[in-house]
């Protein structure tokens, strides 16, 4: 399993932007396919965006042109560019990694490795 560590956080007004950014341990980080989900209190978590190892995304319809999910291999790092927030976008924000499934995956049950969550609080 690869350690992750989210950060990037914070309180904005609907319509601003934040970037969350995941850094993983370890050299193997091109190996990995990455996730980001999510979870609103008293809501199950959900899927937000993947990465696949070969730089294939995807994203919840929910995000979808206002979201960004991007990798930089060389600082084992992933990034959520976020824009044009909404206060349903309310959540704490996890990143996820697995060694399958390298095409990006949206189901939670396919990452074996978690961050600890950071929260993301947009007001009306």
């Known amino acids: 399993q690869v350690q992750l560590v989210e950060s990037g956080g914070g309180l904005v007004q609907a319509g601003g932007s934040l970037r969350l950014s995941c850094a993983a341990s370890?050299?193997?980080?091109?190996?990995?396919?990455m996730g980001w989900f999510r979870q609103a209190p008293g809501k199950e978590r959900e899927f937000v965006a993947t990465?696949?190892?070969?730089?294939?995304?995807n994203y919840a319809d929910s995000v979808q042109g206002r979201f960004t999910i991007s990798r930089d291999n060389a600082k084992s790092t992933v990034y959520l560019q976020m824009i044009s927030l909404k206060p349903e976008d309310t959540a704490v924000y996890y990143c996820?990694?697995?060694?399958?499934?390298?095409?990006?995956?949206?189901?939670?049950?396919?990452?074996?490795?978690w961050g600890q969550g950071t929260q993301v609080a947009v007001s009306s």
């Open positions: 996820a990694a697995t060694l399958s499934k390298p095409y990006g995956s949206s189901r939670s049950t396919d990452y074996d490795s």
């Open positions: 990465v696949g190892t070969f730089g294939k995304t």
């Open positions: 370890g050299r193997t980080f091109s190996r990995y396919t």
